[in-house]
């Protein structure tokens, strides 16, 4: 059986991405986006057969999106519980589902507390995933996501010459992204200088290197590939999925090849599906946690080789006019961290012609990465079609 | 809800992992090796993953090291922490074919550079628990 093209995105929502949702709940604000979803693919909510929960540490589970939006039928409900890897790792589950014959409408949904409830550092704790550096790390004091990945970027510039002002062009000119947005939290132009001069929080990571904490929620529909023709919105079809696995997935310290994620992996395999080469995409959503994973999963893709990526995001390149628009609507970093079903979301209205000021003008081929749980990698390559 | 400031993050060990932190309270960097084949693992693990024996004893490491990568922590990501900041963690690369994590000491993060040679030593951590730190093999 073949994945490809039996799958499309019918519907997207998102919730207005803020610092402080006003003591709404996670299920709030998922059951907003979600339904807001639903009726941008022009179905019902009682025509959702499918659920997939991507969160990594939400605390909504699927039957509470069953009681709230009255869905009689549910035949398929799981989770891909690969931190910001799995809101498209959702993907390929519902496309799979959906291609077996199992279901028809999946809803996807991802939101949370993020800045107002608990923080990263504290919620890592209580991810198994983390069980391992939580005992042989964090009692010498490597706590939080940031301090994990900064000796991969300490590495990486160590090998190859990456510099710190290499990681804030990413940043620059996802900044730009943003304010062009509408729906972002951070709208002030930031400069190279004000990178290098933000503090730093884990060397060679400064503060303008690292995500927001954000509340807010957004949510996508998958659905069957032929009954997409006939839906609300213009068809976006899942041309290429693939998830990957780094060496030593539990652990950066004990990765033999620390600058080279799971997605180096996966990469070649949706590239392979989708029967399209780097050279063909017109847009790419990259999962953006930090500055430097940007950069490396550039590499891991293919766009450049290994150790190239710093002069490949120098002078715009990832700009609207750049050699590859990235992250088109302020992804982790300036837009909001809703653990990238942001970047879903962007990518589906990039390829429908939807994303306002900073559409890419005739994109029809586009990539949409996750990132997550110390190196695990997913993509998705979606067409207009 | 008491000030007062939360404690250190310890371990909870797990009976498979205990000899490795009795080995840090005397003072020793103990790492498993597979009983059969003869691979060292780490971090302490049930099975080894290149001949997925379950038996599994205990060698010192010789306190060899090398500088593999690094970080320097300056944000208080734990309360506990905030005294110490900022601190130097260090991606160390073993002689026995592992890694180790372990705090800077006696040097600052600007003269570390991949393949720095390194030696291993030991620190309470002032609240009982042993950790390895690392120092530069020749004095800075």
Redesign the interface.
Known sequence: MQLANKAAVTGVGDTDYTRDAGGRSALSLQLEAALKAISDAGIRPEDIDGIVMPSPSSPVVAEELVTNLGIPNLRFSTGTPLGGAGPVAALQCAAAAIASGICSHVLLTLGRTGRTGQRI?ARIQQMPQFR?V???????????P??YY???A??HM??FGTTSRQLAEIAVTTRQHAILNGNARMTTPLSIEDHQAS???????RLFDCSLESDGAAAVVVSAADRARDLRRPRVLLAGMAEGHPDSPS?I??RGD?TRLGLAKAAPRAFAMAGVTPADIDVAEIYDCFTYIVLCQLEDLGFCGKGEGGAFVEGGALGLKGRLPVNTHGGLLSQAHIAGMNHVVELVRQLRGEAGRAQVPGAEVGLVTGYGDLGDGTLAIMTRG | MSQMMPG??????SPE?QP?WDGLAQGRLMLQRCADCGRIR??PQPMCAACHSMAADWIEASGEATV????????P??AA?RA?L??V?V?ADLPEG??????LRDAK?EAL??GLKLRIGFED?GAG?T??VLRPAIPT
């Open positions: 550092g391992i939580g005992e042989f790390e964090a009692p010498s004091g490597a706590l939080a940031a301090q900064a000796p991969m300490r590495r160590e090998m503090r730093m929080i884990a060397d060679p990571l652990a310290t004990q620390m | 250190k993050p310890m371990p909870d060990p992992t490795y780490h971090y593999h990568s690094w970080t320097v922590a300056h944000h990501f734990h922490f110490e900022p601190y963690l991606t592992v890694r180790l994590l372990a705090q993060a550079r991949p951590n628990l950790l390895p």
